[in-house]
């Protein structure tokens, strides 16, 4: 049984009080409608016999192309190498691509009758559900790279040790140092995935209440300026200001924002990092703005992704998770604020977010 044929017997269950002069095929254009499956039905000349809503959307079609031969009004050149396949198969299913680069896909069904030689297609988005297949993909591969190196290091520096390098007392620092290092870097890089699928889950606890963010703001600038003397971090906010936050997670974006700021925004020309805020309506947006080298347009949506760095020679050789910014967006999202970047003048970036003023 064709998906096209289950819809239909499922439709006959339905009781009609008053029957309508409607066809079989408009009542299940509207049953498909209801759960965005679009429905194309051509006739024994080719031409469109029948669209629903949600084809005429997939498709970029209007109702004037009905009674129109399919391959001069359908675009996408998939669709139309299916509808001329199935007529010697009967039944097709594949997936094609919308009509433009970096268009929707669609997972399509095709069935020829051979009695009425009308051909019926049933078409479904799967544009989310291949860009999660995608994203669980990226997230395995860039994990796998992320977590070669530091294990690499540790075992060659542990193998060292015990190959004899215990004896030589200045080596034997050197390999442990390292050894250190990278076992930071592995608990870091753990902390931030936990962390993130927590948030992603939902079970991350909030408690959003009206709490004045001005201390907390000048304690975490306190403690990085005490770690990092060399870069000037300036802080020009007004006391006592009040959002609708939680206490842990501001903190944690307000410190991933500002160590992203310091780490990749302070050149030998610029080594500053500037704090500011400003209400917006019915809320107040934060900026950290530094005087870096700034982000390339196509790349300023991707920065806020999993694992995701600038492919800048500075950016890649700095130790990095790629997680802090996407814990960022998470965090603002779940207190319903929104997040972003743009180009500071006369060069470096600005990271902003907002939340709800109290």
């Excluded at 509207?30 to 997939?58: A, F, P, R, T």
């Excluded at 690499?152 to 200045?170: F, P, Y």
């Excluded at 704090?275 to 934060?286: D, E, S, T």
Aim: aromatic share 6%.
């Amino acid at each position: 049984m064709s998906f096209l044929d289950f819809f239909k017997k499922k439709e006959t269950s339905f009781q009609h009080p008053e029957p309508t002069n409607n066809s079989s095929a408009r009542d299940l254009s509207g049953v498909l409608d209801s759960v965005g499956v679009g429905l194309i039905v051509i006739d024994e000349n080719d031409c469109l016999l029948e669209l629903n809503e949600s084809s005429m959307g997939y498709l970029g079609l209007a109702k004037n192309t009905l009674g129109i031969k399919a391959v001069e009004v359908i675009k996408s050149v998939g669709l139309i190498n299916l509808i001329k396949q199935v007529k010697e198969s009967v039944n097709q299913v594949e997936e094609i691509s919308g009509t433009h680069a970096g268009d929707k896909n669609f997972l399509v069904s095709a069935t020829y009758d051979k009695e009425s030689h009308e051909t019926q297609i049933v078409m479904m988005d799967t544009t989310r559900s291949n860009r999660l297949e995608n994203v669980r993909r990226d997230f395995i591969t860039n994990l796998s790279h992320e977590l070669r190196t530091p294990v690499s290091v540790i075992r060659a520096n542990s193998e060292s040790l015990i190959d004899g390098a215990l004896e030589d007392e200045e080596a034997a620092k050197k390999f442990s140092t390292a050894i250190l290092k990278n076992a930071e870097k592995l608990t870091l890089l753990l902390s931030n995935i936990l962390n993130l699928s927590t948030i992603e889950s939902g079970e991350y606890s909030l408690d959003i209440r009206s709490t004045n963010v001005t201390p907390i703001i000048n304690n975490i600038v306190s403690n990085l300026k005490e770690a990092n003397p060399a870069v000037d971090i300036k802080v020009t906010i007004n006391n006592d200001l009040m959002v609708m936050c939680d206490v842990q997670a501001f903190e944690q974006i307000i410190t991933n924002l500002i160590e992203n700021g310091m780490k990749y925004g302070v050149t030998d020309n610029s080594n500053s990092v500037l704090i500011n805020a400003k209400p917006i309506g019915q809320k107040m947006r934060f900026e950290i703005e530094d005087k870096g080298q700034g982000i390339a347009p196509e790349e300023r949506k991707r920065v806020f992704e999993r694992f995701y760095r600038v492919q800048v020679k500075e950016v890649l050789a700095n130790n990095g998770t790629g997680l802090g910014l996407s814990i960022v967006k998470n965090l603002v999202h779940l207190m319903d604020g929104s997040v972003g970047n743009e180009q500071a003048h006369p060069t470096g970036t600005i990271f902003w977010f907002t939340l709800n003023i109290d």
